[in-house]
């Protein structure tokens, strides 16, 4: 899709549910040994439920953000591959028990997902004149962005859950 589409509130908020659906099924298909096993960077299967976590939270501040004509606060903390940002992420999210961890991922994205329901659909895709690095930040944007990172993330745990020892 080109990078200059808009993309409605429904498309944005389906593309994050079914990533997030993909993700969940995958990790839930783990077993036990696989759980702690380093095989993204540095990070486990659970330090990615972690990541996602915290994005949700990230995400939810950033729509706020945006609906009130600023920036996310999220952007002041980019650095390569937001490295240092995902880092305090899973180190604030983190659980050791991958049941307990998964419902928290449920329920981080619930309440996310909740709340971008009652966004209106014209605030969700508006233009504010918000850039970062030349790019258009809009809540339909940022969730974009992050739909695609989770279709990446589920591409690296399916291969991993299928493959790796």
């Known amino acids: 899709m080109s990078p200059s589409r808009r993309f409605t509130k429904d498309e944005a908020i389906s593309q994050l549910v079914?990533?997030?659906?993909k993700i969940l099924l995958?990790?839930?298909?783990?077993?036990?040994?696989?759980?702690?096993?380093v095989f993204l960077g540095e990070w486990s299967a659970k330090d990615l439920l972690a990541h996602l976590i915290g994005w949700d939270f990230a995400n939810r501040e950033a729509a706020e953000a945006i609906?009130?004509?600023?920036?996310?606060?999220f952007y002041a903390h980019h650095d390569r591959d937001w490295r240092t940002y995902n880092a305090?992420?899973?180190?604030?999210h983190k659980r050791e028990d991958l049941a307990e961890l998964l419902d928290a991922?449920?329920?981080?994205?619930?309440?996310l997902v909740a709340y971008l329901q009652v966004i209106p659909s014209e605030e969700f895709i508006k233009d504010r004149g918000l850039r970062f690095k030349g790019w258009r930040v809009t809540v339909a944007s940022i969730l974009h962005a992050e739909s695609r990172d989770e279709e990446e993330h589920?591409?690296?745990?399916?291969?991993?859950?299928?493959?790796?020892?």
């Open 88 to 92: 305090r992420l899973v180190a604030a």
């Open 67 to 73: 609906l009130a004509g600023r920036l996310p606060g």
């Open 26 to 37: 995958a990790a839930s298909a783990l077993p036990p040994e696989k759980q702690d096993a």
């Open 105 to 111: 991922v449920r329920d981080s994205h619930r309440h």
């Open 18 to 21: 079914e990533a997030r659906r």
């Open 154 to 165: 589920f591409r690296q745990l399916e291969t991993f859950r299928q493959g790796a020892a």
